[in-house]
């Protein structure tokens, strides 16, 4: 393998392929490539796609805003140099909602990313890119990153496999921080064992990221090709209620129904507070991004607003210019949802809930090994339908946040096309607290049998 030849016509096949999808942000046309490459480590020469909120020394790094549009870091993220110390070559940095709020990749500073299977049609967020970069053929492997569904979501919407390990699974040194309690990076690709591979090196204790776990990381590869035998699976009866697209629901329940032929024994179970998540998920996330965004002040970093008067100005104005409303959106619902007089009544509420929600998936987990149902109540909609209505975006994310909240592990794999739209279907499967290993065995059955 001539890995220099691969990293070039890889960048130039981005190129073109580009023209219509707008995955990338950056595309590194002398990404550097390791030497004398080491056949035993499984990414070598390997191109991979980075989503542009993880910090990639010497590479721009936007998070997709205005605000860092020109933000060249001096440092490397974990799993970037974990990427690198395995010989992978980073291609490139892929587009996404602004600082990783949204659903639908409509959010970016840098033009909406289309849907590969449909132009006209979003590629879910907020890692969108990432999800259309694997989707088009333009690399095989992007990380991208959850909070909310972040890499789930685009996954089902784009027909690939999406994984969101545990949290404190997998390093965020490095990460650009939305919502430090639910940010997790993880990873997409077509075929479930190249995450696997994937997460085999990025996963991991961090000196420099104090909530990742010193538990051992297992080979993920060594839970493929299993079959499903007396595996014991739970259907959430909240998850497949009438608020899932017919389409969607049918494909789901045809894997369930597989796995049932297979000898796997399913169990209807109920996660009672899932009507609350979305504004305990809503106001918990931006609360958190409050703080974290406090750092992007015209001064320090990216962005500076010209022709401000004093420093007052250059904070006001910067800010003002450099943020998008999303983004500004969150930041002010979270500033007061921590604010004196409205801080028990939302922040201190929601962190109760969350806690309840946590106590939800305990009880399943007592007696079952895996939870399913879908991703999403729809599959990938049109470009320019829901951007302008904010509570239609967020309850999307009704399916995937829990998982967030709870800290859990959840994979999205394909599962065919919904009868309905003729756009993809994500199947969900959500694991105890670092059994990524069951989510795996059943992402690869699932994948085998479409
Ligand atoms: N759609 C959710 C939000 O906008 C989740 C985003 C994410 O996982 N980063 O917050």
Redesign the pocket.
């Given at each position: 393998l001539d890995a220099k030849q691969l990293a070039k016509d890889t960048a130039e096949n981005i190129k073109k392929t580009d023209e219509k999808i707008n995955a990338f942000i950056t595309v590194d046309e002398d990404a550097k490539v390791a030497e004398d490459l080491n056949f035993d480590n499984k990414l070598a020469g390997v191109p991979i796609a980075i989503k542009d909120n993880i910090i990639t020394e010497g590479l721009k790094t936007t998070a997709a805003s205005h605000i860092l549009y020109n933000f060249e870091p001096v440092y490397e993220s974990t799993v970037v140099a974990k990427l690198k110390a395995a010989q992978a070559t980073i291609i490139g940095k892929t587009n996404m909602?602004e600082f990783?709020?949204?659903?639908s990749t409509e959010t970016s500073y840098f033009g909406d990313t289309k849907n590969p299977w449909n132009l006209n049609k979003v590629p879910g967020?907020?890692s969108g890119g990432s999800a259309a970069a694997v989707a088009s053929g333009e690399v095989v492997a992007a990380l991208g990153?959850?909070?909310?569904?972040?890499i789930r979501?685009p996954a089902s919407f784009n027909g690939i496999f999406g994984i969101k390990p545990t949290y404190g699974r997998v390093s965020r040194w490095g990460l650009i921080a939305?919502a430090s309690s639910l940010d997790q990076i993880g990873v997409m690709s077509k075929r479930v064992k190249d995450s696997a591979e994937v997460l085999n090196v990025i996963a991991g204790a961090d000196d420099r990221d104090a909530t990742v776990s010193e538990k051992e990381v297992p080979d993920y590869t060594a839970f493929l090709g299993k079959d499903v035998k007396g595996l014991r699976v739970a259907v959430p009866k909240e998850y497949m209620s009438d608020a899932v697209e017919a389409g969607v629901k049918k494909a789901v329940q045809a894997k369930i129904d597989l796995l049932k032929e297979n000898g796997a024994i399913i169990n209807e179970v109920s996660l009672p507070h899932t009507k609350y998540v979305v504004p305990t998920y809503y106001i918990i996330?931006s609360s958190e991004a409050s703080a974290n965004l406090e750092r992007y002040d015209g001064i320090r970093y990216g962005f500076r607003a010209e022709d401000a008067k004093n420093l007052e100005e250059v904070f006001v104005k910067s800010r003002s210019e450099g943020f998008g409303d999303e983004v500004k959106r969150r930041i002010m619902l979270g500033s007061f949802a921590l604010s004196a007089g409205a801080y028990d009544k939302f922040f201190l509420q929601a962190a109760k809930v969350r806690t309840l929600i946590c106590q939800d998936f305990a009880k399943v987990f007592e007696d079952n090994d895996v939870i399913v149902g879908p991703v999403s109540t729809e599959t990938a909609f049109d470009l320019n339908s829901e951007i302008s209505d904010p509570i239609k975006m967020?309850n999307?994310?009704i399916l995937t946040?829990s998982a967030?909240m709870a800290g859990i592990p959840a994979a999205s794999v394909p599962a065919g096309l919904s009868e309905t739209t003729g756009m993809p279907v994500g199947f969900q499967i959500m694991g105890n607290r670092f059994d990524e290993g069951h989510v795996f065995q059943v992402a690869d059955f699932i994948e085998r049998s479409n």
């Amino acid at each position: 393998l001539d890995a220099k030849q691969l990293a070039k016509d890889t960048a130039e096949n981005i190129k073109k392929t580009d023209e219509k999808i707008n995955a990338f942000i950056t595309v590194d046309e002398d990404a550097k490539v390791a030497e004398d490459l080491n056949f035993d480590n499984k990414l070598a020469g390997v191109p991979i796609a980075i989503k542009d909120n993880i910090i990639t020394e010497g590479l721009k790094t936007t998070a997709a805003s205005h605000i860092l549009y020109n933000f060249e870091p001096v440092y490397e993220s974990t799993v970037v140099a974990k990427l690198k110390a395995a010989q992978a070559t980073i291609i490139g940095k892929t587009n996404m909602d602004e600082f990783a709020m949204g659903s639908s990749t409509e959010t970016s500073y840098f033009g909406d990313t289309k849907n590969p299977w449909n132009l006209n049609k979003v590629p879910g967020g907020s890692s969108g890119g990432s999800a259309a970069a694997v989707a088009s053929g333009e690399v095989v492997a992007a990380l991208g990153s959850d909070t909310g569904g972040s890499i789930r979501q685009p996954a089902s919407f784009n027909g690939i496999f999406g994984i969101k390990p545990t949290y404190g699974r997998v390093s965020r040194w490095g990460l650009i921080a939305f919502a430090s309690s639910l940010d997790q990076i993880g990873v997409m690709s077509k075929r479930v064992k190249d995450s696997a591979e994937v997460l085999n090196v990025i996963a991991g204790a961090d000196d420099r990221d104090a909530t990742v776990s010193e538990k051992e990381v297992p080979d993920y590869t060594a839970f493929l090709g299993k079959d499903v035998k007396g595996l014991r699976v739970a259907v959430p009866k909240e998850y497949m209620s009438d608020a899932v697209e017919a389409g969607v629901k049918k494909a789901v329940q045809a894997k369930i129904d597989l796995l049932k032929e297979n000898g796997a024994i399913i169990n209807e179970v109920s996660l009672p507070h899932t009507k609350y998540v979305v504004p305990t998920y809503y106001i918990i996330a931006s609360s958190e991004a409050s703080a974290n965004l406090e750092r992007y002040d015209g001064i320090r970093y990216g962005f500076r607003a010209e022709d401000a008067k004093n420093l007052e100005e250059v904070f006001v104005k910067s800010r003002s210019e450099g943020f998008g409303d999303e983004v500004k959106r969150r930041i002010m619902l979270g500033s007061f949802a921590l604010s004196a007089g409205a801080y028990d009544k939302f922040f201190l509420q929601a962190a109760k809930v969350r806690t309840l929600i946590c106590q939800d998936f305990a009880k399943v987990f007592e007696d079952n090994d895996v939870i399913v149902g879908p991703v999403s109540t729809e599959t990938a909609f049109d470009l320019n339908s829901e951007i302008s209505d904010p509570i239609k975006m967020y309850n999307n994310d009704i399916l995937t946040i829990s998982a967030n909240m709870a800290g859990i592990p959840a994979a999205s794999v394909p599962a065919g096309l919904s009868e309905t739209t003729g756009m993809p279907v994500g199947f969900q499967i959500m694991g105890n607290r670092f059994d990524e290993g069951h989510v795996f065995q059943v992402a690869d059955f699932i994948e085998r049998s479409n």
